[in-house]
């Protein structure tokens, strides 16, 4: 599975932005899919993941309440919706993909890995 994320920017504190990831391969919908930030000097983090089999989501407790992750198999895509941004929510954004069912919130529990999209969130 290749992925291909998309959607970063300049964004003030309050905006909404998505992020999209496109993946390819026949096996994308048996992928569960996850978003992970990284901001500078910090480790990468988990944001949120999508379950392929049943769409049951997983989110960091800093974005929940103001992110939503979905899937669109028919476009091989995931979205990050982001809500109420805020200037710590500032990172390169990843997307990844993981041919297990179960969510693992440490990067190395995640197979692919797309290149990331930085977002940038203004005060």
């Known amino acids: 599975v290749q992925l291909q994320a998309s959607g970063g920017g300049l964004v003030q504190a309050g905006d909404s932005r998505r992020l999209s990831c496109a993946g390819s391969?026949?096996?994308?919908?048996?992928?569960?899919m996850g978003w992970f930030r990284q901001a500078p000097g910090k480790e990468r983090e988990f944001v949120a993941a999508?379950?392929?089999?049943?769409?049951?989501?997983d989110y960091a407790d800093s974005v929940k309440g103001r992110f939503t992750i979905s899937r669109d198999n028919s476009k091989n895509t995931v979205y990050l919706q982001m809500n109420s941004l805020k200037p710590e929510d500032t990172a390169v954004y990843y997307c990844?993909?993981?041919?297990?069912?179960?969510?693992?919130?440490?990067?190395?529990?995640?197979?692919?890995w797309g290149q990331g999209t930085l977002v940038t969130v203004s005060s």
């Open positions: 990844a993909a993981n041919p297990r069912l179960q969510i693992g919130r440490k990067p190395n529990d995640w197979q692919y």
């Open positions: 391969g026949r096996t994308f919908r048996r992928h569960t």
């Open positions: 999508i379950r392929w089999l049943d769409s049951i989501t």
